[in-house]
């Protein structure tokens, strides 16, 4: 289910990109890879690791797969929109509490938080939860900000970068 629903929000960002191009084909690979590289630092972290569900470990990784959902929208008239311009993970947010098979408010709280330097623990999606769900929240939060910056040095490093103006700290 998860699959055939990822590959349907996936065909409506080619669509409304006219095709996909390099950078956003990137970005794909890229969101797959901090889902592998969130679940190689859960799986590193025995204490973390034996506090979550098996569901709640698939809500980490899936947090990883859908935290640049915005990405694919940063393109206007022909021009890649600045972070200044754009938060992409408000946006990604904006996408996925309208879709009610994504519509979870711990990876809301954990897309909304993953390009910020510090948490904010202020945030609606945060505060509405329970006090088991605050922590799982927290765990899924803080893997997908360094799984993300991870895998951006990991890809920048080994396999350069599609496009040298892109902010590697986004």
Same mark, same amino acid.
């Given at each position: 289910?998860?699959?055939?629903?990822?590959?349907?929000l996936?065909?409506?960002?080619?669509?409304?990109?006219?095709?996909?191009?390099?950078?956003?084909?990137?970005?794909?690979?890229?969101?797959?890879?901090?889902?592998l590289e969130?679940?190689?630092?859960?799986?590193?972290?025995?204490?973390?690791?034996?506090?979550?569900?098996?569901?709640?470990?698939?809500?980490?990784?899936?947090?990883?797969?859908?935290?640049?959902?915005?990405?694919?929208?940063?393109?206007?008239?022909?021009?890649? $929109? #600045?972070?200044?311009?754009?938060?992409?993970?408000?946006?990604?947010? =904006? *996408? !996925?509490? @309208?879709?009610?098979?994504?519509? %979870?408010?711990?990876?809301?709280?954990?897309?909304?938080?993953?390009?910020?330097?510090?948490?904010?623990?202020?945030?609606?999606?945060?505060?509405? $939860? #329970?006090?088991?769900?605050?922590?799982?929240?927290?765990?899924?939060? =803080? *893997? !997908?900000? @360094?799984?993300?910056?991870?895998? %951006?040095?990991?890809?920048?490093?080994?396999?350069?970068?599609?496009?040298?103006?892109?902010?590697?700290?986004?």
């Open positions: 289910f998860l699959i055939s629903q990822l590959e349907n996936q065909n409506q960002v080619v669509n409304q990109n006219e095709g996909i191009t390099a950078w956003l084909a990137h970005k794909l690979k890229h969101s797959f890879g901090v889902s969130i679940m190689n630092i859960l799986y590193g972290e025995k204490e973390i690791c034996d506090s979550l569900t098996k569901d709640e470990k698939e809500l980490v990784e899936l947090s990883g797969i859908l935290h640049d959902l915005g990405r694919f929208y940063q393109h206007k008239d022909g021009r890649h $929109l #600045s972070n200044s311009e754009f938060d992409h993970g408000e946006y990604a947010v =904006k *996408l !996925l509490k @309208d879709n009610p098979n994504f519509n %979870n408010p711990i990876i809301l709280f954990a897309i909304q938080e993953h390009n910020q330097i510090a948490i904010r623990y202020d945030n609606p999606y945060y505060k509405e $939860l #329970s006090d088991h769900d605050k922590k799982v929240a927290d765990i899924t939060a =803080k *893997l !997908l900000r @360094d799984a993300d910056k991870l895998e %951006n040095i990991k890809q920048f490093i080994y396999e350069g970068h599609p496009k040298l103006t892109y902010e590697i700290t986004h």
